[in-house]
């Protein structure tokens, strides 16, 4: 059976340029749409997250002006997947081996802890070393560019 892991940001907040934080979090219909799309097509999704992590939606995404008419859809298959949100497997704990892809949500939430995780950044150079799928969405490429380069390159992934 195919096996994804969909990697999603720890945090609820974005910090500002001015140092304040910001609600903030996963991008909803990233995260509720692709995971409906691939469990319903009978693949194990499974939700990993930085180490104490809990991936919380961004607010504003589930807004009817964000998400029009499906803010409500949304917010109830988030509800309905609470028990994986809330329990994520720690990316320290993630064997690639055990993948036949990545997947990574939007959204601010994701620049706030994952653009910088250099255990996310092994995990992509695995995955790309490996063959595997890696699958970014919105703010998921820059990350994604970021940690595979500079992991690959022997640097961590906060210098410059």
Same mark, same amino acid.
């Given at each position: 059976?195919?096996?994804?892991?969909?990697?999603?940001?720890?945090?609820?907040?974005?910090?500002?340029?001015?140092?304040?934080? =910001?609600?903030?979090?996963?991008?909803?219909?990233?995260?509720?749409?692709?995971?409906?799309?691939?469990?319903?097509?009978?693949?194990?999704?499974?939700?990993?997250?930085?180490?104490?992590?809990?991936?919380?939606?961004?607010?504003?995404?589930?807004?009817?002006?964000?998400?029009?008419? /499906?803010?409500?859809?949304?917010?109830?298959?988030?509800?309905?997947?609470?028990?994986?949100?809330?329990?994520?497997?720690?990316?320290?704990?993630?064997?690639?081996?055990?993948?036949?892809?990545?997947?990574?949500?939007?959204? =601010?939430?994701?620049? /706030?802890?994952?653009? =910088?995780?250099?255990?996310?950044?092994?995990?992509?150079? /695995?995955?790309?070393?490996?063959?595997?799928?890696?699958?970014?969405?919105? =703010?998921?490429?820059?990350?994604?560019?970021?940690?595979?380069?500079?992991?690959?390159?022997?640097?961590?992934?906060?210098?410059?």
């Amino acid at each position: 059976m195919t096996r994804i892991l969909m990697v999603m940001s720890g945090v609820d907040y974005w910090t500002l340029a001015d140092g304040s934080k =910001h609600p903030s979090g996963y991008w909803a219909e990233e995260f509720v749409v692709p995971h409906r799309i691939l469990t319903q097509a009978g693949f194990t999704v499974d939700i990993a997250a930085p180490e104490g992590g809990k991936p919380a939606a961004d607010p504003v995404s589930l807004r009817p002006e964000a998400a029009g008419t /499906e803010a409500e859809a949304f917010a109830d298959y988030i509800g309905a997947a609470a028990e994986a949100l809330a329990n994520p497997v720690a990316l320290s704990a993630v064997d690639t081996a055990d993948y036949d892809a990545i997947f990574l949500p939007g959204g =601010h939430g994701p620049m /706030e802890d994952l653009a =910088h995780d250099p255990d996310l950044g092994r995990l992509l150079v /695995e995955a790309d070393t490996a063959g595997k799928i890696i699958a970014p969405v919105c =703010h998921g490429p820059p990350r994604c560019c970021r940690l595979i380069c500079r992991a690959d390159a022997g640097s961590s992934p906060d210098a410059p």
